[in-house]
């Protein structure tokens, strides 16, 4: 039995479930957008914001002090261990060239471009749209799982008010 087990096993081992999620993360780091499974999705969303938070939180720490550096170092760490060997990964354009003369990883844009980007934004930095269409070959419901851009916040649904009585 189950009881009192988060998380979705995904039909897979700790450490195939790891590696999932760690080449989901890269992707949707890179791509900014990904179409995926429903409940991969939903499990990926826990795993990418904490990587995000890790990169906002670099960026708030280096101010240009010493320390500052120190701490933003130390949060690249971490989120190297989460996110593994990255030193491979080179982010490529459509027509399969890499982006830049430098190699540009995923690492890399996650700190320089997605960290900075939700410097003030609490949490919630990704969204997740279900698909309508289902997946050929074992009919899975499918999703978008999305980073949002820069200033975008959610909408509130106001409540109806009262009517008034007369």
Do not use: W
Request: aromatic share 4%; with cysteine; net charge positive.
């Amino acid at each position: 039995m189950r009881h009192r087990k988060a998380g979705r096993q995904l039909s897979r081992n700790a450490s195939h479930r790891l590696a999932l999620f760690r080449n989901l993360s890269r992707a949707l780091i890179t791509h900014e957008r990904i179409k995926t499974t429903l409940p991969k999705a939903k499990e990926l969303r826990p795993f990418i914001e904490k990587l995000i938070t890790l990169a906002k939180k670099a960026a708030l720490a280096d101010d240009g002090t010493p320390e500052g550096k120190v701490k933003a170092l130390h949060y690249r760490r971490l989120a190297i261990a989460k996110l593994g060997p990255v030193h491979g990964t080179t982010l490529y354009d459509k027509k399969n060239e890499p982006l830049s003369g430098e190699s540009e990883t995923c690492l890399k844009k996650l700190f320089n471009v997605i960290g900075p980007r939700f410097k003030e934004r609490p949490g919630g930095y990704t969204r997740i749209l279900k698909l309508h269409t289902r997946r050929l070959g074992d009919a899975g419901h499918q999703a978008i799982i999305e980073l949002l851009q820069e200033g975008e916040v959610k909408l509130k649904v106001k409540e109806a008010s009262a009517p008034a009585t007369a």
